[in-house]
C-alpha cells in the first residue's frame, strides 16, 4: 500500500519494476522490512539493481537509472572507476586478508595524513559509525570528562551514544530511543545547531569531554553550519578544554581533498573518515593529533590504553581501493568537477520550480543537493541561499513517509535515484543526466501540488 500515493503511479512503478516486486517477497521474507539498510527501504517496494557504471546504476529489470545516492556518497568518482577497479583487482589476486601489517595500509594512511589537515595519527576501522564510536572513547581517556556534546539533527552512525537526536522529529530535552539506556542519554547533550552562545553556556555547565560536528551541517548541509560557526567552535572548544570532533564521514574527500577543514581552513582535534575513504569499500578511520590518538599505543602517555581490535581493520582491499580513489581526488579536480554539477543542477531544478509555481526549493553546498518541500519562502537569488534563515526546525522537520515514498517511486520512473530529499553528484555524471534528471523532477513535483 502507498497510502496517499495515486494509485496510477503505484500501478506505473508496479509494472515497470516488477522483478523487483518479486525479489522484495524474497526480501522480506528473510530481513527486517525487506532490506539490509533503513534507507534502502521504499513502498511498495524498492528497486533491485545488478550493476552500475559511472553514474549509472542498471535495475534487475534492465532500466538504466541516474545514481544520486553515490555508494551512499563513498562514489565521488562514480561506479567502477578504472584505477580503483584495477587496483582491487590486483590485490584480490594477491590476498583479501594477511593478518598481518601491510605496506598497503601504510600508504593508504600516508594518503589520509598528506590530505587531512588533522591528520597527525591515523587509525583505520571498519565504518563512520565505528570512527565516531572510537573518538568519543579516546576523548575521554584524554581529558578525564565524560559528557559528549553534539548537535540536534547531526549524524553520526547508529551505536548508542550518538545515534539520538539525529532524526526528526525532535523532541528537546527527550532524545530517549528504543534500546537505549537512560545512563547512556545521561552521557549526552544535545544542543541546537549555529548557536555560539548556548555551546559556551553548554560547556561552561557541563565540562564536557568531546564536541562533534558534521562538518557541513546536520546531514551533509541539509542544515548548514551558518556563518562563522565553526570558527567559533573551534575557538570555543580551545578555551573550555573541550575536544572538537570533525565528522567528515560524508564531506572528507567530497567538498576538498582535505574535507571542510580543508575548505574552510579550520583544524579540528580529531576527525572521523569513511566511505570516500575507502573508495566505495567497507572502511573508516579516526585521525587526529599525536598525543590524542596515543590513548590508542601500548604502554601510552595516558597510562590507559583504549582496546582496539577488529578483524577489517585495515583491509588490504580497502586500503588498495582506498588508495586508487584518493590519488585520483588529491589534486582538488574531481571535488570541484562534482561541486560545479550540483550547482547547475540546484540552478536548474529552482528555475523548474519557479516555472511550475511548485512549492518546492532546491538548495545546499558542495556536491550536495538537498529539495525542500511544503515550501512557499523567497526564491533563491544565487547559490548561497538557505531557506528559512538556517532555522533547522523548518529545514529538517519530519516529511509524511507517503510522500517521501511517492516521490521517489516518481523519480525512480524517470529514471533517477535520489536518497530520499537529497542526493549527491560524482564526477561520472554527465550534462545529459542532468537533463533528464529536471525532466524526472518536472513529473515527480506533480506530487507536491
Ligand atoms: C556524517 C556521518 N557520520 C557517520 C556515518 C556512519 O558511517 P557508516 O555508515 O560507515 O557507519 C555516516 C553515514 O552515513 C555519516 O553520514
Redesign the pocket.
Known amino acids: 500500500m502507498l497510502g496517499t500515493v495515486p494509485s496510477d503511479l503505484e500501478t506505473s512503478f508496479r509494472e515497470k519494476f516488477a522483478q523487483s516486486a518479486k525479489l522484495f517477497e524474497r526480501g522480506q521474507a528473510l530481513f527486517p522490512s525487506g532490506v539490509t539498510h533503513d534507507g534502502r527501504y521504499l513502498e511498495p517496494f524498492p528497486v533491485y539493481v545488478t550493476e552500475a557504471h559511472g553514474s549509472r546504476k542498471v535495475s534487475v529489470e534492465g532500466h538504466s537509472i541516474i545514481d544520486y545516492w553515490v555508494g551512499?556518497?563513498s562514489l565521488l568518482l562514480g561506479h567502477g572507476h578504472p584505477t580503483v577497479v584495477e587496483a582491487v583487482q590486483k590485490q584480490m589476486a594477491r590476498g583479501t586478508h594477511y593478518s598481518a601489517c601491510h605496506e598497503l595500509e601504510l600508504e593508504w594512511g600516508e594518503r589520509v595524513q598528506r590530505m587531512v589537515p588533522s591528520a597527525e595519527r591515523v587509525r583505520f576501522t571498519n565504518?563512520?559509525?565505528?570512527?565516531?564510536l572510537m573518538a568519543v572513547r579516546v576523548a575521554r581517556i584524554v581529558t578525564g570528562r565524560q559528557k559528549v556534546v553534539k548537535f540536534v539533527g547531526?549524524?553520526?552512525?547508529?551505536h548508542d551514544l550518538l545515534v539520538p537526536a539525529a532524526y526528526a522529529p525532535y523532541t528537546p530535552h527527550d532524545w530517549s530511543m528504543p534500546g537505549i539506556t537512560e545512563g547512556t542519554l545521561s552521557d549526552l547533550v544535545v544542543i541546537p545547531p549555529n548557536d555560539l552562545a548556548v555551546v559556551e553556556e553548554t560547556f561552561r555547565q557541563q565540562q564536557p569531554a568531546v564536541c562533534i560536528i558534521?562538518g557541513t551541517g546536520g546531514?551533509?548541509g541539509l542544515v548548514p553550519v551558518c556563518g562563522e560557526f565553526l570558527k567559533g567552535l573551534r575557538e570555543l572548544c580551545t578555551r573550555h578544554g573541550v575536544l572538537l570532533v570533525f565528522?567528515?564521514?560524508?564531506?572528507g574527500f567530497r567538498v576538498h581533498p582535505g574535507g571542510s577543514q580543508g575548505h574552510y581552513g579550520i583544524t579540528p582535534d580529531m576527525t572521523?573518515l569513511?566511505?570516500i575513504l575507502a573508495g566505495g569499500l567497507?572502511g573508516?578511520a579516526l585521525v587526529g593529533r599525536a598525543d590524542l590518538l596515543d590513548a590508542i599505543a601500548f604502554g601510552n602517555r595516558h597510562g590507559k590504553k583504549m582496546k582496539h581490535p577488529g578483524t577489517y581493520n585495515g583491509n588490504p582491499l580497502s586500503a588498495a581501493a582506498g588508495c586508487a580513489a584518493l590519488d585520483a581526488i588529491a589534486d582538488g579536480t574531481a571535488c570541484r568537477r562534482a561541486t560545479d554539477l550540483a550547482k547547475e543542477l540546484r540552478r536548474r531544478l529552482n528555475e523548474l520550480f519557479v516555472q511550475r509555481n511548485a512549492p518546492v526549493v532546491a538548495y545546499g553546498e558542495f556536491s550536495m543537493i538537498h529539495v525542500l518541500p511544503n515550501y512557499s519562502g523567497p526564491r533563491p537569488t544565487g547559490d548561497d541561499f538557505i531557506p528559512h534563515d538556517g532555522d533547522y526546525r523548518m529545514l529538517d522537520a519530519e516529511q509524511p513517509a507517503s510522500l517521501k515514498h511517492a516521490f521517489r517511486c516518481a523519480l525512480l520512473l524517470g529514471g533517477v535515484d535520489w536518497f530520499g530529499w537529497s542526493g549527491m553528484t560524482s564526477v561520472a555524471h554527465t550534462e545529459a543526466d542532468l537533463d533528464q534528471t529536471v525532466q524526472a523532477f518536472d513529473q515527480a513535483i506533480l506530487l507536491l501540488d
Open positions: 551512499h556518497g565504518s563512520g559509525t565505528e570512527a565516531t547531526h549524524f553520526h552512525g547508529w558534521e546531514h551533509w565528522d567528515e564521514v560524508i564531506s572521523t569513511a566511505k567497507p573508516g
